[in-house]
């Protein structure tokens, strides 16, 4: 967050008279050149550039994106599978009237496939997993057996035997040579498996972003510090480093930077220097002393846009850093901040890794009064048992403890647009 107070030398007071001055020009045109707030995402995702790729080996692959085809390196199942244990025979000698049967060997999971014998009335007790006897076409679970005497069963007629009952056929799953995994997947429980079935012990994944997330103003002070009375601890960054954890893009740097440009700019500059992306919180709004448009422009960084029609979150601005970095600069308050990285900075850190856009739940809002005239709003809300989108009862962008009270945010156009479903976006 901006604030006051802190030591005052010329080049900060030259800083702040020459930037009042432009901003005060640039205000009176604002509101004609804002971009909308899907104008800024676009601008934003198409900015964006994909990670380089990075082999990780099969049991760390978990959350990471995929960036190669993974084939079938054999059939699925590789061979005609038992799905229950019991026995296998053939649904020609029972429909021929057989109904006792002679049990001629057994089938454990883990051996060589078996051959049921031509005798008619031959069956092989079977167990789940294991090849299907060459010949058999049946499997007749151990649930159904009226009774087992010397070596010789009877199944009960309660249940219809037909071809191919309990057997998962070769091949019916997938061909070799099939594709399985397409570059751009999410890696969870199902495609580690998959991997795992076709001996991908490597995998070639999006390498994971370096991410530095930075706080800026005097008046922030340590989490384990006791401000004074005009001070605060510093949340925001915090805040905002939990949900990039949690949407699998743990950051590398959690930090501050004083309110002072002087002290400021080579702090940041090392921080551009060792980190991809860096996510700024404070100091990027039209005041005195919200120095990080300036000083961004003086390191060499290529701006994006400045300035978004929406509500909370119309300050936020992007930029390029000299080598490519991404720059996201969100306002101090704290839903502004919380808000602006679920709608920009991580749909953008999924486009980054190679994800395609993620698909929004859409909800129906309760009350349609909430629509703002020309800005877009990012409405906290509660979901209603009825699916329903209800407004939270929070309070103003400051009021952080008030989002305890909401589930997400309800993003809504302008009014005069449309208003069916909207996009509901959950707090990370």
Excluded at 11 to 25: G, K
Excluded at 196 to 207: D, F, I, K, M, T
Excluded at 311 to 333: E, T
């Amino acid at each position: 967050m901006a604030g006051g107070g802190g030591k005052v030398n010329r080049q900060a007071w030259r800083f702040e008279a020459e930037t009042i001055f432009a901003w005060l020009v640039r205000d009176v045109h604002e509101d004609r050149r804002m971009l909308s707030y899907h104008e800024a995402l676009d601008l934003l995702l198409k900015s964006t550039p994909l990670l380089p790729v990075e082999c990780c080996r099969l049991d760390e692959a978990a959350g990471r994106v995929l960036r190669e085809k993974i084939a079938a390196d054999r059939a699925f199942p590789p061979f005609d599978r038992v799905m229950m244990d019991g026995f296998a025979l053939r649904s020609a000698d029972w429909h021929a009237g057989q109904r006792f049967f002679r049990v001629t060997g057994a089938a454990p999971a883990g051996q060589p496939r078996v051959i049921l014998a031509k005798d008619p009335g031959s069956c092989v007790e079977v167990m789940t997993g294991a090849p299907c006897p060459l010949g058999a076409d049946l499997i007749v679970p151990v649930e159904e057996i009226i009774s087992n005497q010397a070596g010789v069963v009877r199944f009960s007629e309660s249940q219809e035997r037909v071809p191919g009952k309990f057997i998962h056929r070769a091949g019916s799953d997938a061909k070799a040579g099939e594709i399985l995994l397409e570059p751009g997947c999410l890696i969870g429980s199902r495609e580690i498996g998959i991997a795992a079935s076709c001996g991908a012990a490597w995998l070639e994944v999006s390498r994971r972003p370096k991410i530095a997330v930075v706080a800026t103003g005097d008046e922030l002070v340590a989490v384990d510090r006791t401000p004074a009375l005009h001070q605060i601890r510093q949340s925001n960054g915090h805040s905002l480093a939990g949900a990039l954890t949690r949407a699998g893009h743990p950051p590398a740097h959690v930090g501050g930077l004083e309110d002072e440009i002087s002290t400021a700019q080579p702090l940041l500059e090392k921080l551009l220097a060792a980190h991809d992306w860096v996510v700024l919180t404070g100091a990027v709004s039209r005041g005195a002393r919200d120095f990080v448009p300036m000083l961004l422009g003086e390191l060499g960084c290529q701006l994006i846009f400045h300035g978004v029609a929406q509500r909370p979150g119309k300050p936020a601005g992007c930029w390029i850093g000299p080598k490519g970095q991404l720059i996201v600069a969100l306002p101090g308050n704290p839903v502004s901040a919380l808000t602006g990285l679920h709608a920009f900075v991580l749909p953008a850190l999924a486009i980054a890794s190679g994800l395609p856009l993620p698909a929004m739940r859409r909800v129906l809002i309760q009350d349609r009064t909430a629509v703002l005239p020309d800005y877009t709003r990012h409405l906290p809300v509660v979901l209603r048992a009825d699916g329903r989108a209800e407004a939270a009862a929070t309070g103003n962008s400051g009021d952080f403890i008030g989002l305890l009270k909401s589930e997400g945010f309800v993003t809504l156009p302008p009014r005069g647009a449309e208003i069916a479903a909207v996009p509901f976006t959950p707090w990370l």
